[in-house]
């Protein structure tokens, strides 16, 4: 009988692991009984071959991450902790399961990583078998996970097989972001950062959309004064918690609420980097809580800048990152064949609006701005950021390769972040997304039409976009609404849904 290998990405992981929980350890130090990331090796033969354990590398070439793919379930805390090995290209996974009793986690993934032309990090797995913890090398590694990191600072990524050649099935993709998660915060006044909440497939109806938030240490009290609105700006409920900041086995993380270690339901792990990177885990569908930022969902945020960002300079970077629509499921019109377009490696900045790529895109919107289905109420401002996917659409199918080899990432989505709120440095509460005629599922060859008029059809609606630096790049993260009027729309003819797309400005 021929042996059958799956891939298992980290959806699968995570799904698999459904139980996590989170015990005390006998000593006060408590032991965190979830995914987690460790380094590991690729041998260098075919199938069923074992991958070669991890050995130590050179000092300063090895970075350590917390962070959490945020597609999640409520019942799949998927917290996790990454390391990427710059003298060997290396990343590897491990993770516990709610009966394991052992204290140091279980060898699930490890890969390599090359960086491509583009920037992004093009990244290969091998999986063990489930339960076994043996590393167990592809024939060939598992490909279509990508990531983009700034070195010390923070990760973004979609670590999971989205059209795996070694299972020969499409896989589901959801986003993480990676803090540095060396040590706990160390602030010596009170110090504000900005944020803004992921969306999630399960709980879309968020009580916050973004917010500021000023961070206060004493000891190892970590105390967050929340200011959380809704994209308008419509201001809510603020708050003030505290929580406890420990080394676990995941890194240095702060932990709310202070005895939430034995209620995964309700925990919140929250990583604050050296560098400024502010990552939340907090996935709870049931609306049961808000963790510490009030918007039900993890959050991904920034240091507050000391001054006004220089808008000018922002506008004229270049960025990698992602455009992540958990609700944007509409399969892709190539030979009855579905491709997973929630989560897409993206770059922005590439283009001008002059640019010939983005001449869809602006004939698009001019075509609905006070004409056509009239959905594009106002042209982009010269705050602009131009870009799109990196999805390649044929035939004989699709994929979303970010790597350069099949060109340029597409013109379909433009960013105007507005105007920065003169009150605080690196906030836009009034951004525009647009998006043009062959954002996926349709493309140049099968363009979006409105339904009432029969013409081609593009669409613009309101976010925020909360802008900041990491060890002197900028980044950009953008959210949009499904409650915002008009609410964020994507063209696969369905629901309005939430959209965030996350950017890191590319190293020069």
């Known amino acids: 009988m021929p042996i059958v290998r799956r891939c298992f990405t980290f959806d699968r992981i995570v799904a698999a692991i459904s139980s996590l929980q989170v015990r005390r350890s006998r000593k006060t130090m408590p032991v965190i009984v979830v995914l987690g990331l460790c380094v590991g090796v690729l041998g260098s033969g075919g199938c069923g071959q074992t991958a070669t354990p991890v050995t130590s590398a050179a000092n300063g070439q090895v970075d350590t991450y917390f962070g959490t793919p945020f597609n999640v379930t409520a019942s799949d805390y998927g917290k996790s902790s990454s390391t990427f090995d710059h003298a060997k290209n290396q990343i590897g996974v491990s993770g516990f399961r709610s009966s394991q009793a052992a204290q140091q986690p279980t060898p699930i993934m490890n890969g390599t990583f090359a960086r491509a032309d583009t920037g992004f990090l093009d990244i290969t797995e091998n999986f063990a078998n489930t339960g076994s913890g043996v590393l167990v090398a592809e024939n060939p590694p598992c490909t279509g996970a990508w990531a983009v990191e700034i070195p010390g600072a923070g990760v973004l990524a979609n670590l999971l097989s989205l059209h795996s050649a070694c299972s020969g099935i499409s896989e589901s993709a959801a986003p993480a972001a990676m803090a540095d998660n060396a040590a706990c915060p160390n602030f010596s006044t009170q110090t504000p950062f900005l944020y803004v909440t992921v969306p999630q497939t399960s709980r879309i109806g ?152 983005c001449s869809a895109l602006q004939s698009s919107l001019m075509a609905n701005n006070g004409q056509g289905a009239m959905t594009v109420p106002v042209l982009p401002s010269a705050n602009t950021l131009y870009g799109g996917e990196f999805l390649t659409i044929t035939s004989a199918g699709a994929v979303n390769d970010p790597s350069g080899t099949s060109g340029s990432e597409n013109c379909d989505v433009a960013i105007d972040l507005g105007t920065q709120d003169s009150a605080t440095n690196g906030l836009f509460p009034k951004a525009t997304v647009f998006i043009g005629s062959t954002y996926p599922p349709f493309s140049s060859s099968n363009p979006w039409t409105c339904s009432q008029t029969g013409a081609i059809c593009a669409v613009s609606f309101p976010a925020t976009a909360v802008v900041g630096q990491l060890q002197g790049q900028y980044v950009i993260f953008v959210v949009a609404s499904a409650a915002s009027s008009p609410a964020a729309q994507l063209p696969d003819n369905s629901s309005p849904q939430p959209v965030g797309i996350y950017l890191f400005q590319k190293a020069q």
Do not use: M, R, W
């Not at 201001?235 to 209620?263: D, E, H, I, K, R």
């Not at 050296?274 to 907090?282: C, T």
């Open 206 to 357: 968020d009580t916050a959309d973004y917010g500021e938030v000023n961070i206060t240490v004493q000891g190892s009290a970590v105390t967050f004064d929340a200011k959380p609105f809704l994209v308008g700006p419509v201001a809510q409920a603020v708050s003030t918690v505290t929580g406890g900041c420990s080394n676990s086995n995941l890194g240095a993380l702060t932990a709310y609420p202070l005895n939430s270690f034995g209620l995964p339901s309700n925990l919140d792990l929250i990583g604050i980097g050296a560098s400024g990177f502010l990552v939340s885990s907090f996935s709870n569908a049931s609306a049961a809580g808000t963790g510490a930022f009030g918007g039900g969902t993890g959050v991904i945020g920034v240091a507050e800048s000391s001054k006004p960002v220089d808008v000018s300079a922002v506008v004229g970077a270049k960025y990698n990152g992602f455009f992540f629509a958990p609700l944007n499921t509409a399969p892709l019109n190539i030979a009855s064949q579905s491709f997973d377009i929630t989560d897409l490696a993206s770059s922005f900045g590439n283009h001008a609006a002059t640019s010939l790529a």
